[in-house]
């Protein structure tokens, strides 16, 4: 994930887990205004940014603007969509640079805004997530090494929308990812978040050999 695509993430992120929900009893926890009122504070920093984010980047701003409330006639949605939309010809999805990582928010982008009206779309990008599926069940960059776990969880959250949208997955796309997913532990988790190499330097520090 590129450094620029990070503060966007921090931002969305605020959006999408401050969304207001059932209330938990818990001590001193925030009141619906102060949700609320950092929500806000999220849409208007990004809000801004959208008119010039393309790709993976817009999709996520577009996402998080959807699960703040805003609707799809607000100006930055509908040209956020209509991004998503350009990648699409026919029944084929052509990702950008960000590849799994933007397919799997421009789906949910979709989902949120219309997952009716946009389902033949939907099942475009899904099919895309389904035919990067590794054989062992990750998903990773374009020249896959040990499968990454982050990108991974962005194709299945994907898939995950897309299924909520009325969109079929196969039954062994599941099995196979949750069968990667459950020998990620250790070593092997460490591995496919950051890379082989950057492992083998920590694990050689650690010993003492350095």
Known sequence: MSHRFVPLVVSCAVIVLLEPAASVAEPKKASEAQIQ????????????????????????????????????????????????????????YKPGNHHVYEAGVSLMALANADPKKYKPQIEAIAKYLISAQQPGGEWDYPNPGYGDTSISQYAILGLWEAVRSGVTVPRRVWDKAAGWHVTRSGTAARTAAVGQSAVDQHDHKDSGDC
């Open 37 to 92: 009122a950092s929500i806000n504070r999220a849409v208007g920093h990004l809000r801004p940014l959208a008119a010039n984010q393309d790709g993976g980047e817009g999709a996520l701003i577009t996402m998080a603007l959807l699960k703040s409330g805003l609707t799809t006639e607000v100006p930055e949605i509908q040209r956020g969509v209509d991004r998503i939309l350009a990648r699409i010809d026919k029944d084929e």
